[in-house]
C-alpha cells in the first residue's frame, strides 16, 4: 500500500514538473484602437495652416493623406515605451505628391491619446518627443473615427 502511495506521488509530481510554463500576459494598449479610417478635424502648428485629410491605419502601416496639398505621407508606427504608454515612434518613408514618389527617413518622436472616437496625435521632431498636446510642443492632429 505504501509503494502505491509513492508511486502516485511521484507521478503527480513529474506530471506536475512536465506541465508548460504559462504564456505571457499580452499588453493590452490601444493599438487595435488605431486601426481604421480617421478624418482630420483639426490641424494646429506654428503657422496659420488649416488643412483636410484622412488617416488610413492598418496594422503598423499609417498613412495621412492631405487634400489641399495633394499629398500623401505614410509610415509605419512603433510603441517604444509599450503599448499602453502614450508614446509613438511614426517612421516616415514615402512622400507621394501627385505622381511624383519622394523616399524619407525622418521619424516623427509622437504623443497619442484616444478619447472615445477622437484621435489626438502631437507629432514632435527626430529628437525631441512632445510633452503635451499643446501646439507650442508640436504639431497637433486631431482626427474622428469613420470606421475600424
Do not use: C
Not at 517604444?80 to 505628391?97: C, H, K, N, W
Amino acid at each position: 500500500m505504501r509503494a502505491v502511495v509513492l508511486l502516485a506521488l511521484m507521478g503527480m509530481t513529474l506530471s506536475l514538473s512536465a506541465a508548460p510554463a504559462p504564456l505571457p500576459r499580452r499588453e493590452r494598449g490601444d493599438r487595435g484602437a488605431l486601426q481604421g479610417e480617421w478624418k482630420l478635424i483639426q490641424y494646429r502648428n506654428d503657422k496659420a495652416e488649416a488643412w483636410g485629410g484622412m488617416l488610413s491605419v492598418r496594422g503598423d502601416r499609417l498613412q495621412i493623406r492631405i487634400s489641399e496639398l495633394k499629398m500623401e505621407l505614410h509610415a509605419t508606427v512603433a510603441f517604444p515605451m509599450g503599448r499602453t504608454s502614450q508614446a509613438i515612434d511614426v517612421q516616415f518613408y514615402l512622400e507621394r505628391r501627385a505622381t511624383v514618389n519622394v523616399k524619407m527617413d525622418e521619424v516623427a518622436l509622437s504623443i497619442y491619446r484616444i478619447e472615445g472616437d477622437v484621435l489626438t496625435l502631437s507629432m514632435g521632431d527626430r529628437r525631441n518627443r512632445p510633452g503635451d498636446f499643446n501646439r507650442g510642443s508640436g504639431e497637433v492632429w486631431v482626427f474622428r473615427r469613420l470606421s475600424r
